[in-house]
């Protein structure tokens, strides 16, 4: 019976057990095919969701690539904005320069007992106004102040006193227009302008700005002949060849009633007239072959041709052309350290004599001032400079000068006095801080080529600056 029991039960055992198994088994099934379902459904979310992401990536790069070309539109309308405004059209240029010099002057050319003076001057303060129409047209504008402003005029009455120049001076100094043109260029090859503009006579008309010459005064040679920075009313053609620069020129001439034994022609540049008389014109040539304002070889001729006597206010006092020609020839070697540069004048005046006696009898001319005129004059003047930035850290270029000068290197009767033949030498420095500024200090001997007058020393001190806008 036990036996038959514990069968029984061992038998009920085995097939609860089997039942339990089958449960589990099935039950194993069920949960893995859930789990395969789910990993499904993972994957479709996760192929959803990198498809979303691969959208808004798109989405992204195409908002990126309208924010650039975006960017790009509002850079060419501004560039373009830019290049259209008249702002950009509009240049100006400033330069002036104030000096300090300690000369030995004589009262008069009778004196032979020099008297020491130190001066100040605030030399020339000159501002350049320009404007581009476009490509072809444009216009320049230059207005000089000298000597600290001005308040002076010199008129013609030809209704009082059978004619009489009357001066009227309110404050010392200047202002003048230097240039006042407009040009039309269409190439390099050929340009047109015309105005009131520079004669390209004398390297002062070229090389005017402080940093563009070593000594601190403008070469006193050339101011000794020339107007300085000479300008005059007409017309002229130019252009670049190559390496050569050509200009020529048709200009108002000058006025013989103010030519001077001390700087023979250049008093009768008109500029001090309100109207400037026209019935004798001048003409300029000029070839250059390379730049006196870039480094390198420059050699340069120019040629002025014009009659003087039809300019004259009291034309009835002279019969003759009173004819001036010019010529001048300079020479410029910019290389590393190295600054070299020289110039050559030569003049004629036809009927010297004859307008010195005209101008003794003109009212008003103050006939004391006269001697006699040069039929003929010369100067030159040579000067060479080491800039010792190329080899030590410092600024500073070292200069040596000569300046020779004589208005009356040949007279058409009598004997041409020495008094007026004059040669400067000189050495100094220019301390250049920044490029825009430079400083100059300059000392040396001035020689008249008559034993009576003793031999004078000289020193000036200066301070230029340029800049362009």
């Given at each position: 019976?036990?036996?038959?029991?514990?069968?029984?039960?061992?038998?009920?055992?085995?097939?609860?057990?089997g039942?339990?198994?089958?449960?589990?088994?099935?039950?194993?099934?069920?949960?893995?095919?859930?789990?395969?379902?789910?990993?499904?459904?993972?994957?479709?979310?996760?192929?959803?969701?990198?498809?979303?992401?691969?959208?808004?990536?798109?989405?992204?790069?195409?908002?990126?690539?309208?924010?650039?070309?975006?960017?790009?539109?509002?850079?060419?309308?501004?560039?373009?904005?830019?290049?259209?405004?008249?702002?950009?059209?509009?240049?100006?240029?400033?330069?002036?320069?104030?000096?300090y010099?300690?000369?030995?002057y004589?009262?008069?050319?009778?004196?032979?007992?020099?008297?020491?003076?130190?001066r100040?001057?605030?030399?020339?303060?000159?501002?350049?106004?320009?404007?581009?129409?476009?490509?072809?047209w444009?216009?320049?504008?230059?207005?000089?102040?000298?000597?600290?402003?001005?308040?002076?005029?010199?008129?013609?009455?030809?209704?009082?006193?059978?004619?009489e120049?009357?001066?009227?001076?309110?404050?010392?100094?200047?202002?003048m227009?230097?240039?006042?043109q407009?040009?039309?260029?269409?190439?390099?090859?050929?340009?047109?302008?015309?105005?009131?503009?520079?004669?390209?006579?004398?390297?002062?008309?070229?090389?005017?700005?402080?940093?563009?010459?070593?000594?601190?005064?403008?070469?006193?040679?050339e101011?000794?002949?020339?107007?300085?920075?000479?300008?005059?009313?007409?017309?002229?053609?130019?252009?670049?060849?190559?390496?050569?620069?050509?200009?020529?020129?048709?200009?108002?001439?000058?006025?013989?009633?103010?030519?001077?034994?001390?700087?023979?022609?250049?008093?009768?540049?008109?500029?001090?007239?309100?109207?400037?008389?026209?019935?004798?014109?001048?003409?300029?040539?000029?070839?250059?072959?390379?730049?006196?304002?870039?480094?390198?070889?420059?050699?340069?001729?120019?040629?002025?041709?014009?009659?003087?006597?039809?300019?004259?206010?009291?034309?009835?006092?002279?019969?003759?052309?009173?004819?001036?020609?010019?010529?001048?020839?300079?020479?410029?070697?910019?290389?590393?350290?190295?600054?070299?540069?020289?110039?050559?004048?030569?003049?004629?005046?036809d009927?010297?004599?004859?307008?010195?006696?005209?101008?003794?009898?003109?009212?008003?001319?103050?006939?004391?001032?006269?001697?006699?005129?040069?039929?003929?004059?010369?100067?030159?003047?040579?000067?060479?400079?080491?800039?010792?930035?190329?080899?030590?850290?410092?600024?500073?270029?070292?200069?040596?000068?000569?300046?020779?000068?004589?208005?009356?290197?040949?007279?058409?009767?009598?004997?041409?006095?020495?008094?007026?033949?004059?040669?400067?030498?000189?050495?100094?420095?220019?301390?250049?801080?920044?490029?825009?500024?430079?400083?100059?200090?300059?000392?040396?001997?001035?020689?008249?080529?008559?034993?009576?007058?003793?031999?004078?020393?000289?020193?000036?001190?200066?301070?230029?600056?340029q800049?362009?806008?």
């Amino acid at each position: 019976m036990t036996l038959k029991l514990t069968t029984l039960g061992i038998a009920i055992a085995s097939l609860l057990a089997g039942n339990a198994y089958a449960d589990t088994q099935t039950n194993s099934t069920a949960n893995a095919t859930s789990l395969a379902e789910s990993i499904v459904r993972q994957e479709q979310a996760l192929n959803q969701l990198k498809q979303e992401l691969a959208q808004l990536k798109a989405q992204q790069t195409e908002k990126q690539y309208d924010q650039q070309a975006l960017n790009q539109t509002v850079q060419q309308q501004v560039s373009q904005e830019a290049a259209n405004s008249p702002w950009r059209r509009f240049k100006f240029e400033s330069y002036g320069s104030m000096n300090y010099t300690s000369d030995e002057y004589f009262d008069n050319v009778q004196d032979t007992t020099p008297e020491r003076r130190g001066r100040l001057d605030l030399e020339r303060i000159v501002t350049e106004f320009g404007y581009q129409f476009n490509d072809e047209w444009d216009m320049e504008v230059e207005i000089e102040y000298e000597h600290g402003g001005t308040g002076a005029a010199l008129e013609y009455d030809g209704f009082d006193e059978f004619g009489e120049f009357e001066s009227e001076v309110e404050a010392g100094g200047e202002v003048m227009i230097e240039k006042a043109q407009i040009r039309y260029r269409p190439s390099k090859a050929f340009g047109v302008k015309f105005g009131n503009i520079h004669l390209p006579v004398g390297l002062s008309s070229v090389l005017h700005k402080p940093n563009q010459y070593l000594t601190v005064l403008r070469h006193r040679s050339e101011a000794a002949l020339l107007p300085a920075v000479w300008n005059e009313t007409g017309i002229g053609i130019f252009g670049e060849l190559g390496d050569f620069h050509y200009q020529a020129q048709v200009v108002s001439g000058l006025n013989s009633e103010y030519f001077r034994t001390y700087d023979w022609i250049a008093s009768g540049h008109q500029k001090r007239f309100e109207h400037i008389n026209a019935d004798d014109l001048a003409y300029v040539l000029r070839l250059d072959y390379g730049s006196f304002k870039q480094p390198g070889l420059a050699l340069g001729a120019a040629y002025y041709y014009g009659n003087t006597s039809g300019n004259r206010h009291k034309s009835n006092k002279l019969a003759g052309d009173g004819s001036v020609s010019l010529l001048a020839l300079s020479g410029a070697y910019v290389d590393g350290p190295w600054i070299l540069r020289g110039q050559y004048l030569q003049g004629t005046l036809d009927d010297a004599d004859a307008i010195t006696q005209a101008n003794k009898t003109t009212p008003g001319l103050k006939p004391g001032n006269f001697a006699q005129l040069g039929s003929k004059a010369e100067s030159f003047f040579v000067e060479a400079g080491l800039d010792l930035n190329h080899f030590f850290a410092l600024p500073l270029t070292v200069f040596a000068n000569l300046d020779y000068a004589n208005p009356l290197s040949e007279v058409e009767t009598g004997t041409a006095t020495k008094r007026y033949e004059n040669t400067w030498t000189s050495v100094g420095v220019n301390y250049s801080p920044i490029p825009e500024l430079v400083i100059k200090a300059e000392g040396g001997l001035h020689q008249v080529a008559v034993a009576a007058i003793p031999d004078t020393h000289f020193f000036a001190l200066g301070v230029g600056y340029q800049f362009s806008l």
